[in-house]
Every structure is written in C-alpha cells, then in structure tokens.
C-alpha cells in the first residue's frame, strides 16, 4: 500500500471499474510496466480484481473488491487534511475521479437541505452523475442525459468554480466551462462544498 502510486491507482478506482488504458490515462506520468505491477500487487492482497464486462463491451476492466472500497473514508480523511494546506491550489490539475470524490468529502448537507437534483459531468471523454437528495451526495458513472444541469469542462476548470471561486460567466467566456439546463441550480450546486479552514502553521 506505500509503494508509489498504489494509493492514486485505489483511488481512481474509487468511483468503479476501469480498464487499464483509461487507468494510464488518468495516473499523468505513470508507466505501463509500473501500473501493471501496482494492480498485479493490489490484486495479489485482495484490494483489486479483474472483470470482463458484458457482452457487447467484452473488455477487461479492473475494480476494486468490496474490501477495497472500504478505503474510501481514508482517502477523504488525507483530502479533507490536504485541502487545509496554505499551499494547496484548487487550480492545479486534478483527475475526474479526484475532483468528483472531492465533491463527497466536502459536501455540507445543510446547505443542500431540500434539494432534490441530477447534475451531469462530461470530463473529457468520461460521463458522471451526481444525485442529491436527502442531506446526501451519490457520483457514479454514467452517461448524463435526463440530468437537471450539465457541467462540460476539465476536472481543473470544475475545479477552479467549485473550490477556487472562479465565476460561471468567466470561465464561459473563456471557453473553458460549459453549463446547460438549470442556471439557478449551478450557482446553488457550487457553494455546498467549502473548503476546512487552513492549518495554523
């Protein structure tokens, strides 16, 4: 678990199964021939397992075993500990996975008391949702048709209007940022994740 890079591959895992490409992808600078040890490594301690998606994918994928995803609370706690860092920079780039499990570790459930919503995340090339409701955040993967607002952007651009205070309209304008459906829930989605107060040094 301490050798480099097996906590970023647990965590890219986090949010379900992913094929090795889409792994290498997300992990900047990792090699293929480390990757490959980190998931034979993690496989070998029951933290990881391979799967063959159903026909007509057919691909191999890998996921976390349930014992795996137990980790979670462990990745929050070193986010949440990090976010208080005076040097931490929200405008850095992040992976999707990093930014959308940020949104479950800082969500304020009383900022979102009574609100019902499904909010859309095209990353890239990926799709995620978002569910509120009931004082709780749910993000999977999947596509986001049907969703109340779509976000479109880079993880960091996400990133950047939800942690660094970047407005809406600005990042618009600069192209970087596309937001369709309900404006009114965009604005109200970005204030319920603050950020911990700073470590005192």
């Known amino acids: 678990m301490g050798d480099r890079w097996a906590l ?16 290498r992808a ?34 191999q994928v890998y996921a976390l075993t349930p014992w795996g995803m137990e980790s979670e609370p462990i990745f929050q706690a070193l986010g949440r500990w990090a976010a208080r ?3 931490h ?3 850095l780039p992040i992976s999707a ?15 979102a008391e009574g609100l019902r919503a499904r909010l859309g995340f095209r990353l890239g090339e990926e799709e995620f949702v978002a569910r509120l409701g009931g004082g709780q955040i749910l993000v999977e993967a999947g596509p986001v048709a049907g969703a109340d607002v779509v ?27 596309r937001v369709e459906g309900d404006r009114a829930l965009a604005e109200r989605f970005l204030g319920l994740f603050p950020l911990p107060p700073k470590a005192g040094g």
């Not at 996975?97 to 900022?111: E, K």
């Open 97 to 111: 996975v990093s930014f959308l499990l940020s949104l479950r570790t800082m969500f304020d459930a009383p900022r």
């Open 8 to 23: 970023l591959v647990m965590r890219e895992l986090l949010l379900g199964p992913r094929r090795f490409g889409d792994l």
């Open 151 to 177: 976000f479109a952007g880079s993880p960091a651009v996400m990133a950047a209007a939800v942690y660094g205070g970047v407005p809406l309209p600005a990042l618009e304008a600069e192209g970087a940022l």
């Open 85 to 87: 860092s005076p040097r």
């Open 89 to 91: 920079d929200p405008r």
């Open 26 to 59: 997300s992990l900047c600078g990792i090699s293929a021939n480390i990757l490959t040890q980190r998931l034979e490594e993690l496989e070998a301690i029951g933290v990881v397992e391979r799967r063959v998606l159903p026909p007509p994918a057919r691909v």
